[in-house]
């Protein structure tokens, strides 16, 4: 195989990672407010920096396998 | 029951054929010569996604088989061996391979890729190595005023202006007027939902006018993007790692001791783990932190432009297979909401770029030996530096 092959998986490999993270954060969050209706606004709050730090090193590791 | 039914048999005819047709559309001829389609397409887009020296807003081939372009020529500021020289970028023709030779001061130059190179005095043409490196020629230091930096000027005095109006409508009548109520709630939601709550009372206000500037001018340079002048400003890493040596310049010099105590000699942790915590902070705080900052931002709006625009690249690739009216309407439908979804993602990265500024200088000013607030009950209130230490 080439080698723009192997990038490819390894783009396909980051993207189910940040995607089963992102889908346990998400999850997590929606028990959390479902439970919670007041904390909405904290648990959101919470969700969306994870989320930010999960994106940033997904998008690091695609950014260095360019 | 039967419309699922049947918009299920409608998405799988459209992915079928959007699958199988694919491969079929990398060419077509047109005017008698062969033009490949994709190749074409993914040129565009790589050249949009890039910083140019000519502001082009379209282009197009005349009766007479000329290329006509659309746009204005912008000055090209370059440090050369001669010192400065500038001239319009014009000169180049809009010719990107380097076959346009500009004379200038007694220098050659020829544009590759959107870098001008300084010819030798003996060289025509730039010629190049097996490692891509010129070999009669050089790169000179390029200080132009580029697609990207009128962008960053427009946005700098229509900020200034929108601001000082502001500013000047609260001394004046105390209630803004116009467009400053489209300003008013959200300076308010910056300063209310982001800055108090993450870096405390006690210390936001210092630290609310650059979060407010970097808010504004992330947002607004990316709904620029959206529009079809083709800016991708907030797409250029070197914006990006602009904005992130800032907010690091920032928190790394309003550190208090306890701060720095954390980083370097973590107490509460036995001696000897304490060095490698150091190098671990170290890394965090001087390389990770400023680095996730950056290629956040230049990806997300990187990857939404390279989506909205092979979405509508789709009314090419896919004509033949689809007809002009089905790739069209293909196209039309997806980038429309695709574009939705991109205006929700540039407030939310401006939001996340702003908000995790605003922790890291919380995380660098926090004091620890502080007083909670209390309640009516007597009851101690946890502030937000409290809750940020149950999921930092």
Same mark, same amino acid.
């Given at each position: 195989m080439e080698p723009v092959t192997y990038n490819l998986i390894g783009a396909g490999l980051i993207v189910i990672g940040a995607g089963i993270g992102l889908g346990q954060i998400g999850g997590k969050a929606m028990e959390g407010i479902a439970r919670q209706p007041e904390a909405t606004g904290k648990i959101q709050t919470a969700m969306i920096i994870i989320a930010a730090l999960l994106e940033g090193l997904a998008f690091g590791a695609l950014f260095l396998g360019k | 029951m039967k419309i699922f039914q049947q918009s299920f048999k409608f998405l799988a005819i459209v992915s079928?054929? $959007?699958?199988?047709? +694919? /491969? $079929? +559309?990398?060419?077509?001829?047109?005017?008698g010569g062969q033009i490949d389609t994709k190749k074409e397409v993914e040129d565009y887009i790589l050249h949009h996604i890039q910083?140019?020296? =000519? $502001? /082009?807003?379209?282009?197009?081939?005349? =009766?007479? %088989?000329?290329?006509?372009?659309?746009?204005?020529?912008?000055?090209?500021?370059?440090?050369?061996?001669?010192?400065?020289?500038?001239?319009? /970028?014009?000169?180049?023709?809009?010719? =990107? =391979? %380097?076959?346009?030779?500009?004379?200038?001061? %007694?220098?050659?130059?020829?544009?590759?890729? !959107?870098?001008?190179?300084?010819?030798?005095?003996? +060289? /025509?043409?730039? !010629? $190049?190595?097996?490692?891509?490196?010129a070999e009669n020629a050089h790169k000179v230091l390029d200080f132009s005023i580029t697609k990207s930096v009128v962008g960053v000027l427009l946005i700098g005095l229509l900020m200034f202006f929108w601001f000082s109006r502001l500013a000047r409508q609260y001394k004046k009548k105390a209630i803004p007027t116009g467009f400053s109520r489209v300003l008013e709630p959200l300076v308010l939601y910056v300063r209310d939902e982001i800055a108090r709550p993450n870096i405390g009372e006690k210390h936001y206000r210092k630290f609310t006018g650059y979060l407010l500037t970097v808010f504004f001018f992330i947002w607004i340079l990316n709904l620029l993007g959206l529009t079809p002048f083709g800016f991708n400003v907030t797409g250029q890493l070197a914006v990006t790692a602009c904005l992130a040596i800032f907010t690091l310049i920032i928190y790394t010099t309003s550190g208090n001791k306890d701060y720095w105590m954390h980083i370097?000699?973590?107490q509460d942790a036995p001696w000897w783990i304490r060095p490698i915590l150091a190098v671990i902070e170290l890394a965090g705080t001087f390389i990770i932190k400023p680095f996730s900052l950056l290629v956040r931002l230049f990806a997300n709006i990187s990857a939404g432009h390279i989506v909205v625009m092979s979405l509508i690249a789709i009314m090419f690739t896919l004509k033949e297979s689809l007809g002009v009216v089905g790739a069209t309407t293909l196209s039309l439908v997806l980038s429309f909401f695709i574009t939705l979804i991109e205006v929700l993602v540039a407030f939310l990265q401006a939001y996340i770029f702003t908000m995790l500024s605003a922790l890291f200088i919380g995380m660098a000013v926090a004091e620890h030996d502080h007083d909670h607030a209390h309640d009516e009950q007597g009851q101690e209130i946890p502030d937000a530096e409290d809750v940020r %230490?149950?999921?930092?």
């Open positions: - | 079928v054929l $959007f699958f199988s047709t +694919a /491969s $079929f +559309a990398n060419s077509s001829t047109e005017g910083d140019s020296h =000519d $502001f /082009s807003l379209f282009s197009y081939t005349s =009766d007479a %088989g000329e290329r006509k372009h659309v746009g204005f020529p912008l000055p090209i500021i370059i440090w050369t061996s001669n010192g400065l020289t500038t001239f319009m /970028s014009s000169k180049f023709h809009h010719n =990107d =391979d %380097g076959h346009v030779i500009v004379e200038k001061n %007694g220098l050659k130059f020829a544009k590759i890729h !959107s870098k001008i190179y300084e010819l030798d005095a003996t +060289a /025509s043409e730039v !010629s $190049f190595d097996k490692d891509h490196h370097l000699w973590m %230490g149950d999921f930092i």
